[in-house]
């Protein structure tokens, strides 16, 4: 074997990974992106039609086969909507519901899935599992126990029927005890040495580590809530009480719906979950990665 057959076979193995790393260099990016970037405008398309038919007229919309892109801009819809009197108070109704359920789910939900983290007491494990149970049961199976309770409670027909259910869920209190499992204990018992009590240790020191929990249970919570249209098509009878998913209904009549208004009011309802979302995309996905599948 000559010198020069030595060097070019010990040269082979060398140019694979150079040949490897040109081609990632004409590949800037994953190559599952060339997957999912049309799945995401597959789930994108929706959206994007409901906010070019809230710039169609009644007749477009209606028309077969329907506009994919509207003539003109016509701002019809969106002048029936905000004409409306009681557009602006549906949309604070939603706006009091989503603030006191994501306040409350956050504050309850923290001390409940702490005291199931750290607190070993008689049926804690039995309580867990019972809490759980409950996530599996569907609505229409509580809906008229809710009713009634809510009904003794003097509350239907008013805001408070739709906050008091939603005060804390039991999704909120496994993801906060989810998350605590993950978090190390020394920092708290130092705090106890120190005399901390229970409450000081967990809204001064393990709250603040728990922020992509809390983004997590606010965004869910805020979705729920605001999206809701079931139960407060159940419990609420004035109109003045009516939230903003609602009160779109009553654009949809039996004989004659303002399909424009429909559309311009769903793409205003959209924004807050929109601009939500973004807000706590990175602390939101943070949570599900980290604390989302521990047992």
Request: hydrophobic share 55%.
């Amino acid at each position: 074997m000559t010198a020069s057959t030595m060097v070019t076979e010990g040269a082979a193995p060398a140019a694979a990974p150079a040949t490897r790393t040109t081609r990632r260099r004409r590949l800037p990016f994953s190559a599952w992106h060339l997957l999912l970037a049309p799945l995401s405008l597959c789930f994108a398309l929706p959206l994007v039609w409901l906010v070019l038919s809230s710039f169609m007229t009644n007749a477009e919309i209606n028309r077969f086969p329907p506009a994919l892109w509207p003539k003109g801009i016509d701002f019809g819809g969106y002048r029936y909507v905000l004409g409306n009197a009681m557009f602006p108070r549906w949309f604070a109704n939603s706006c009091i519901v989503s603030t006191v359920a994501v306040g409350s789910n956050l504050v309850l939900g923290a001390l409940g899935g702490y005291a199931f983290a750290r607190m070993r007491f008689r049926g804690s494990r039995a309580l867990l599992a019972l809490m759980l149970a409950t996530m599996v049961i569907p609505f229409q199976l509580t809906m008229i126990p809710t009713f009634l309770v809510m009904k003794w409670l003097g509350l239907i027909d008013t805001l408070g029927a739709l906050i008091v259910p939603s005060l804390v869920t039991p999704f909120a209190v496994f993801l906060f005890r989810q998350f605590f499992l993950g978090l190390p204990r020394e920092m708290e018992e130092a705090a106890w040495i120190d005399g901390c009590s229970r409450l000081r240790v967990l809204f001064s020191i393990v709250a603040p580590l728990a922020r992509p929990a809390l983004a997590t249970v606010a965004v869910l919570t805020f979705l729920a809530t605001w999206n809701d249209l079931s139960w407060p098509l159940i419990a609420i009878n004035h109109d003045t009480q009516y939230t903003l998913q609602l009160g779109l209904t009553t654009f949809q009549g039996q004989h004659h719906t303002q399909w424009a208004a429909v559309m311009a009011g769903n793409v205003i309802t959209v924004l807050p979950v929109l601009l939500a979302f973004l807000f706590a995309q990175r602390t939101f996905i943070q949570s599900l990665t980290s604390s989302g599948l521990k047992g």
